[in-house]
Each structure stands twice: as C-alpha cells, then as structure tokens.
C-alpha cells in the first residue's frame, strides 16, 4: 500500500510533515473531524495525487493559533491533480484526468448548490452551511497540502483541464483556481468592478494581489493596492496598480486623493480580514479597521467586496467581544452612504471555469501578479514561516516534484 505524507497544525506557530493514512473513500475520524461526518462513505469521490497545493492566508489564521483549530488537523485546501481512483457512482471524471478542485466543497444536490451557492452547500458539513477541505470547524474533511487526498462529489465539483501537457505548462497560474484567483475575483465583482471604475483594494498579500489583477481584468481604469508590508506593496507595482503605505502614511482618503484627485473611489474590497490593523508606524491589532475605512473612502452608492475571512471563535483576540466575532463597524456610515456589502466564503465554482480559459488563452497572468514560489513538502514549514513574516510570495508546494 502507498503511503501520503501531510502537513499538519500541530500547535500556534508550528506545522510539521507527518505521515499519515493513504486516502479511501470514506471520511475516517481523525482531528476536527465532525462526529456526524466519520464513516461518511463517498463512492461519488476520486482519489487525487496532488500536483500543486498552495499555501493560503486562511491556513496562517490557523497556524498562528487565532482559530480553534486543533493539533494534528491535516491543512491545505487548495488543491490540483491527477486523478488516480474513481469511486463506483463516478460517471464523467476519468482516472489521468487533471482537475482543479475548488475549495469549497459542495454536494450539488442541496438548494444552494443548484442555485450555484457552493460556498454554502448544506449537506457536507454538519455544523453550518458551507465546508472546506483541512480547515476548521469545516466538518473535518482532510486537508490536501499532502501526496494524495479524497475528493468527495467529483462529478459536480472537479473543474477539469482539457490539455494535461498545456496544463503543466500553465501550472503555477491553473493552481490559483482552488482558491485565490477565484476569490480575488469574486472580491472585485462583488465590488461591482467595471470598465473605467476606481478600485481600492484593501491588503497586498495573495489574495489582495488577485483582487487587483481581476480588477484590471474586469476593465478597472485605476486600482489602488493598501498595505504595510513595502515589500507587497512593490509586488502590487510590479503589474500596474497604484500603491498606498498605510504605515508610513496612515491617512487613508488622503492618499487616495493625491493618485485620484478626490478622496474617494467607486468600489473597494476587503483582502484582510479579521487580523487587521490599525495605520501608522506604531499600529496594533485593530479587527474593524478595513471595514470602517472601505466605507469612509468608497463613494455613496458604492459596493464593498468583502472576501476578507472574518470568524466566529477567534481565542487570540485583543478582547472579548473580538473573541466571537463582534466587532466595532460603523454600520451607520455604512447605512447612511447606501453601501452594499457582500461577505462570506467564495463559490469557486461560479467563476473557475471562465478564469481557467482567461489563463489558457494567456489573458490571465495570475502566478506572475502574485509572485508563484514552488516549494517542495518538506519545505511547507520554511514557507509558513517565511508567508507569516510578510513574504511577498505565493508558495505553491509541489509534493511529487512535478512542476517545471
């Protein structure tokens, strides 16, 4: 029998490649794994041999000790491969087949899924509507930052490349659509992103990165990249968009009226998420503060994209309120501009298809805009630590040693 080897949380500011169980078609219990979901047989599934599988800002909650997470819960859920095992009741996905799997996983047979709300299918995790593969309070499906990994409802859900050998030589951009570009994507047109629209994008890491190349894509006439992170904030250049150092110049509407002319933009979109903080050189923790500037520097009538990720059960918090998720957003401003918010997980599965024939077609330079780095699997924990230092990089861990 093959062995799989994983990255697992083992603690806050500790992963470690372990060895674990080879993947079968059923949900085995394990860490975070819900009750009601062990034994869960999924002959609707395939067996992967991941390809790619990418480091994500959601897994440095985690590892960072700001969720509730457990030691030993497998990670990654973003996810590319080789189809190696078909489960009996799959019909149209092949074994060699090369697929993307979106993050979210969805049954595609609920209510939200047939109304394409994959993000909050009601059948795959216990808990609440909407699950994710290694991710907390997500139902415990195991995490794909591994050799191989299930795969449940593979006919709805895998997004297949039509050229494998086109496809390995666009790998480190097909990557991006488990997750990322998706999300990113999903942030600007929530926006309401379209040609000849200002754009602030809140936050310089990987997803904010993709935020602002879709926003471009979407015919954006200026995009506007915030951060604290000099580094970042120069990757955001690299490709085109306007840059604001929120450490060095914390006036967020006044910055915006020096590249605009006015303080305000059309749109924004939140890329931080719960761990935000406050502007200026000796600024500390401050979860409201990208929702509370989005809407003070986003025009009356404008549309906030809020893909950031923000929880429910945050032990780290920098109080109590914090801790479940209550923060101070100043709603009222909100109310009284006639903002439009959109929250809550990415549905991959809306929008990854056409961005995968904007990278095959060579529109889409998805990888180039946020600095793809292959790793191997014994390199994941260099990698979080490196990403949870600032690195402007996106690691892509490549555990068979495949990538070119």
Not at 46 to 69: E, F, P, W, Y
Not at 253 to 270: H, K, M, S
């Amino acid at each position: 029998m093959k062995g799989n080897r994983a990255v697992a949380y083992m603690g806050p500011g500790k992963v470690e490649v372990q060895d674990i169980g080879y993947p079968d078609l059923v949900l085995r219990d394990g860490p975070g794994v819900n009750p009601l979901n062990v034994g869960r047989k999924c002959h609707h599934g395939v067996i992967l041999k991941v390809v790619t599988t990418n480091i994500c800002g959601s897994d440095q909650h985690m590892v960072r000790g700001r969720t509730t997470a457990p030691s030993g819960l497998i990670l990654g859920h973003e996810i590319t491969g080789e189809v190696i095992e078909v489960g009996r009741d799959v019909e149209f996905i092949k074994k060699g087949d090369l697929v993307s799997v979106p993050f979210n996983i969805a049954c595609g047979r609920c209510r939200s899924c047939k109304e394409r709300d994959t993000h909050i299918c009601e059948n795959v995790n216990p808990d609440r509507p909407g699950s994710a593969y290694g991710y907390v309070d997500m139902g415990g499906w195991v995490g794909g930052q591994s050799e191989y990994v299930m795969v449940p409802y593979a006919d709805f859900q895998l997004l297949k490349f039509p050229d494998k050998d086109q496809a390995m030589e666009k790998i480190k951009d097909l990557t991006m659509l488990s997750d990322i570009f998706p999300t990113g994507y999903h942030g600007a047109v929530s926006a309401g992103v379209k040609p000849g629209s200002t754009v602030y994008i809140a936050g310089a890491g990987p997803v904010g990165l993709a935020a602002a190349h879709s926003a471009q894509l979407l015919g954006a006439a200026v995009v506007i990249v915030g951060d604290l992170n000099s580094e970042r904030l120069a990757q955001a250049r690299s490709f085109g968009c306007e840059t604001v150092n929120l450490r060095e110049h914390p006036n967020l509407g006044e910055q915006i009226e020096q590249i605009l002319g006015t303080p305000e933009v059309d749109c924004a979109v939140d890329c931080v998420g719960f761990e935000a903080s406050a502007h200026g050189t000796n600024a500390v923790e401050a979860p409201a503060t990208v929702l509370n500037s989005i809407m003070t520097v986003t025009r009356a009538g404008g549309r906030l994209g809020i893909p950031g990720l923000y929880v429910t059960g945050d032990p780290g918090a920098i109080d109590e309120d914090a801790q479940i998720g209550t923060l101070k957003v100043r709603l009222g401003l909100g109310w009284a501009k006639a903002h439009t918010f959109v929250t809550g997980q990415t549905p991959v599965m809306k929008y990854h298809r056409e961005l995968m024939t904007a990278i095959l077609s060579g529109k889409a330079q998805i990888a180039k805009a946020v600095n793809a780095t292959v790793i191997s699997l014994d390199e994941a924990p260099r990698g979080y630590m490196e990403f949870d230092q600032g690195a402007a990089r996106k690691y892509v861990i490549d555990p068979h040693g495949l990538v070119k």
